[in-house]
Each structure stands twice: as structure tokens, then as C-alpha cells.
């Protein structure tokens, strides 16, 4: 198996990380690196850590032991806002768009906020309502959250996610529940970003995204990493079929959620 | 926003100037005391919701106005401190305090918060009480009539004042603070993900209603002429700036204008119909309010009432 260290500098590596609830152990122990305009998944059954580390690298929880750096700077246990402003962008498993706000009025915000140095409010609307146009809510900029189909919702998401200009993209489940069409939609939005020069670390349980579009896939179980490594070989890996895929062909290949 | 709109918004907003500016001249003693009552709490409303936009519910006011009002009378009683520049420093002093609160308490979260404020004004009565050498204690501080009692002159002085308020609050709903402010109400963790600092915002919130809050207090000690920590500090003060905005119309302009206006109305119409009648009209009012009509009188005015002269169909 690979080693962790790149011989360049990863755009983000997370060293031993270590988060304990109480006696829960959400993450123990786990290492990895996401290189520069590369797209990682992040596997694994239900509960098995992935939004812990999620949360971990943008600041919402703090991290018992273990390191985080992003471009070799660290911030492991910087406050949310601090990490966002060094270039991390992320959206939420469970869809949390303001819901006072417009689509535009939503991009506007981590426009305004999630970047250094701060822009005004007219290049920060400038600049939303061109994202908005790239993730495709283009003639939905005055629409309210609530009225927006589900996929709009996470467009919206992503939109907001990628306002803050971030170096390192993070997506939680952003192509679950959503329908065949929609999730090749997505999919061809995720390459396009990465030809924009994103780099993107996602959460997913769709095996059909995570086998079309990573260049590398970690899985996590029980809070541990076991498995890495490019998503043919990671689908081979004994311990990975024993943990997570092995349910899945039982279920007829279906997406385990 | 075309420019109909803009007609439509500027010449009411010049008439009301103009009959506001004139006001004096047109009425006598009584209901000039009850306009400038009035815009008091117009202030202290307005001043409130700048917080409740961060979605902070403040029930401890009355301890920033309370410290206006006794830095005010204070600092004329022992160093004869002008009354307007008295009031100002009761602003700043209020603001001051508001500062250190807000980086204590406003941490913590929802109802927390608000149960630090009601602790603080209570707290405050009781060092007042426990005090008597420095703060005149139970028997309170008295000062000369503000403008040798001319009422007109009190009158514009306040009127200034909620002018300044309302444009301070406007110049926020045009800046980045509205952003900040409305996404840390909706979702306080998500704002912070992205690139907000709440912490920060909701002490600003709280500076800026500290301050208008603290020179309503000191405007109130001079006026009156008179102050006890009772008074200043009570719990009724506290309420009625949250009752006012959330009858009016939350995170609105003219939600506690409005709300003033009708508040006052109904308040002075019990008084006088029997005893103590307007000391129900808050509890009242809030009951009604909350149970059937949430979003307040604006709410219900867009939502309800400015339908009915639409034509059908549209929006």
C-alpha cells in the first residue's frame, strides 16, 4: 500500500487524526493527503467517520489529537470562519441554505465572508450570480430555497461552497438522492470544476460517482481507515468488500444509504 | 428597484418629515410629551431588533438604558456635564459595557443569551441599591429640566436621535453586516463554515443597539428630570423593546415605528378607559401577536391585507 507522503507537497494532509464523543471513537488514527487538482473520495458504511473528518478539517469540531495542514500551513483546531477564509469550501449532508435568503442572496454571503482579501458587494454579486450560472441556477437567482427542486438545492449548496474561491472543495453527499440524469449532471459539474482547478475531497455513497470520478478513494470503517488507493484496486481490497461492498452485491448493486 | 418605487417611498417619506418637523407647532403640551415619549420607544425598539436581526433576543435593555440614563445624570450631577454630551457619553458607555457583555454571553446560544440579559439588568438594580455613595441608591438622582423645560427643543433632540437610529439602520440593511447578520440568525453554523464570525457580528449587533439604547436612556434621565434603579432598570422597559418590534414587524424599518405608534394608542386609551389598564396592554398584545400573527402587523398588512386590493392571479 502507498505511503501517505507525496514526494510534493499535498494540498491537504491530515495526519493521525483523532476525535473521541465521549467513549466514541468518530475518527482514530486516520492519515491521508489530497493532492492539488485531485478529486479523493471518501467511502465507507454509515457511521463510519466521513462527515466527522469533514467537520474536523473545516473547524466545526476540534480534533483530539492529530494534525491537519493545508498547504502545508496547519489548522487543525482553527475556528470554522478562519479555515474557510484559508481556502476551504464546503457543503452540508444535509442541505442548509438560508432560507430567508435568495439563491443569489445565499452566494453573495460566503462571497462577501469566505474570502481574502474581502471584495464589495457589487463584485461579490458579480461574482455569485456567475457561479450561480456555472452550477446551473442561472434563471433561479431570485428564487427562495424552499421553492428549488432538490438538486437545485444542492447546486445552491455548491455555489455557496465555491464562493469563497476555495482551494480545497469539500462535498458531503451532494449526488445522493437524486435521480440517474441528475447525478450525470453533477458528475460532469464535479470534472468541470476540477478542469477550473478545484480541488475536491467528497463524501459519497453512489458507487456509480465514486468509481466514474476519483482519482483516488479512502475508506473509512468504525472510524479507521482501510483501505486507499485508486477505486479499481480499492473495490478488490478484501477488508473493503468485508466492511462495506460485500452488502452491497448483496443488495443487487443497489446504492446503500 | 425602478424608479416608481422610489416615488413611492420617497414622497410619503417627505410628508412624514415634514408633518414630524412641524408637529410642534400643530399640538399642545400633552401630546408633544406623548410624541416624544413615543419616539423613545420608537428607539429602544428599533434598537432592539438591530440585535434580533442576529437573532439575539435581548430581555435585559432596560440595563443599558438604565446605565445611559445614570452616566448621563451622573456625570452632570459631579463634573455639570452638558446634558446632550451627557447623553452621548451615556451612549458610549452603554456601548462600552454592551462590548464586554456581548464577548461573555453572547457565545452562548439562544435562550442562554437571553437569560444573561434579564440577570444583568436585574444585577444592576441591585449594585445601584447596594451603592448609594456613588449611584444616589434608592433614592435616585435628580437634574434640571433638559432645555430649561422646553419641550419643542427635547422634542427635535429626539427626533434627531431616531433619525440617526433609522439611518444607521438602514445604511446595515444596504452593507455586508445584513448579510452577516441574517445568514447568523438563520443558521448559525453554516454562517461560521462560511467565513463568518459570528462572535463577532452579534457583539457588533449589540454595540450599535447599546449605543442608540444608552443615549435613549440618557435623554429619558434629563427629560424626566428624575431617576430611580427601578425605574431604569425594570424588567417592563426590557419587554416593551421586544414586545414593540415583534408587534410592528421584526427586522423591519418601520416594524417598530408602527408598532410605536399603535402600541402607545391602545396603551394610552386603557389608561385612561380604567386604573392600571395599560400595564395589561403588553402581556395582551404579545399573547395576541404570537398566537395570530407571527410575522407582526407588517407581516400581516403583506400577507393578508395588501392581497385583497390585487387583482387576481398575480402577485
Known amino acids: 500500500m502507498r505511503k501517505d507522503e507525496s514526494p510534493k507537497m499535498a494540498l491537504l494532509q491530515v495526519d493521525r487524526l483523532t476525535k473521541h464523543f465521549g467513549g466514541l471513537t468518530a475518527a482514530h488514527d486516520v492519515s491521508f493527503h489530497v493532492d492539488s487538482r485531485e478529486i479523493v473520495s471518501l467511502i465507507g458504511p454509515n457511521g463510519a467517520g466521513k462527515t466527522t473528518i469533514f467537520n474536523l478539517i473545516s473547524g466545526v469540531y476540534r480534533p483530539n489529537s492529530g494534525d491537519i495542514r493545508l498547504g502545508g500551513e496547519s489548522i487543525a483546531g482553527l475556528r470554522p470562519y478562519d479555515i474557510c477564509r484559508k481556502g476551504v469550501g464546503r457543503t452540508f449532508q444535509i442541505m442548509q441554505p438560508f432560507p430567508k435568503m435568495t439563491v443569489l442572496e445565499n452566494v453573495v454571503t460566503s462571497a462577501l465572508f469566505g474570502r481574502t482579501p474581502k471584495v464589495s458587494m457589487k463584485t461579490a454579486e458579480g461574482e455569485a450570480a456567475e457561479l450561480c450560472r456555472l452550477v446551473g441556477l442561472g434563471d433561479k437567482l431570485k428564487a427562495y430555497p424552499k421553492s428549488l427542486t432538490v438538486p437545485d438545492q444542492k447546486r445552491t449548496e455548491i455555489a455557496r461552497a465555491l464562493a469563497v474561491r476555495p482551494k480545497l472543495l469539500l462535498l458531503d453527499e451532494v449526488m445522493s438522492g437524486l435521480t440517474p440524469t441528475e447525478t450525470d449532471e453533477a458528475i460532469r459539474l464535479v470534472l468541470k470544476l476540477r478542469e477550473a482547478g478545484s480541488t475536491i475531497l467528497l463524501i459519497e455513497h453512489v458507487m456509480k460517482v465514486v468509481m466514474g470520478i476519483s482519482d483516488r478513494v479512502i475508506v473509512l470503517h468504525h472510524g479507521e481507515k482501510i483501505s486507499e488507493g485508486p477505486p479499481s484496486r480499492v473495490v478488490d481490497d478484501p477488508k473493503v468488500i468485508e466492511a462495506y461492498l460485500g452488502k452491497l452485491v448483496n443488495e443487487e448493486g443497489g446504492t446503500a444509504c | ?315
Open chain 2, 1 to 315: 428597484m425602478g424608479s416608481s418605487i422610489r416615488w413611492k417611498t420617497t414622497l410619503p417619506l417627505g410628508i412624514l418629515s415634514a408633518f414630524l418637523l412641524l408637529f410642534p407647532k400643530i399640538v399642545g403640551s400633552y401630546f408633544l410629551h406623548l410624541a416624544v415619549s413615543a419616539i423613545l420607544a420608537m428607539i429602544l425598539a428599533s434598537s432592539w431588533d438591530i440585535l434580533a436581526r442576529t437573532g439575539q433576543v435581548s430581555v435585559g435593555q432596560a440595563g443599558l438604558f438604565g446605565i445611559g440614563a445614570y452616566a448621563s445624570a451622573l456625570l452632570y450631577r459631579k463634573f455639570s456635564m452638558p446634558p446632550v454630551l451627557g447623553m452621548l457619553a451615556g451612549a458610549l458607555i452603554a456601548t462600552a459595557v454592551s462590548i464586554f457583555l456581548g464577548y461573555l454571553t453572547l457565545r452562548l446560544r439562544g435562550i442562554y443569551f437571553s437569560i444573561t440579559t434579564i440577570a444583568f439588568a436585574e444585577a444592576l438594580t441591585v449594585i445601584w441599591l447596594m451603592t448609594p455613595d456613588i449611584t444616589g441608591g434608592a433614592m435616585g438622582v435628580s437634574t434640571p429640566p433638559l432645555f430649561g423645560g422646553d419641550r419643542e427643543k427635547a422634542y427635535y433632540l429626539i427626533l434627531a436621535a431616531l433619525a440617526a437610529a433609522v439611518a444607521v439602520v438602514r445604511l446595515i440593511e444596504k452593507s455586508r453586516l445584513n448579510f452577516a447578520f441574517t445568514a447568523i440568525r438563520e443558521n448559525e453554523e453554516v454562517a461560521n463554515v462560511l467565513g463568518i464570525n459570528s462572535t463577532k457580528y452579534k457583539v457588533l449587533a449589540f454595540m450599535i443597539s447599546a449605543f442608540f439604547t444608552g443615549f435613549a436612556g440618557g435623554f429619558y434621565s434629563h427629560y424626566n428630570t428624575y431617576i430611580i434603579p427601578y425605574e431604569v432598570f425594570n424588567l417592563g422597559i426590557s419587554i416593551a423593546c421586544l414586545v414593540i418590534p415583534i408587534f410592528g414587524g421584526l427586522y423591519t424599518i418601520a416594524g417598530p415605528i408602527i408598532g410605536t405608534v399603535l402600541i402607545k394608542t391602545i396603551e394610552e386609551y386603557l389608561r385612561v378607559t380604567f386604573s392600571y389598564g395599560h400595564q395589561i396592554a403588553y402581556g395582551l398584545i404579545l399573547v395576541l401577536v404570537v398566537l395570530f400573527m407571527p410575522e407582526g402587523l407588517l407581516g400581516l398588512w403583506r400577507g393578508k391585507i395588501l392581497p385583497l386590493f390585487r387583482p387576481h392571479g398575480t402577485r
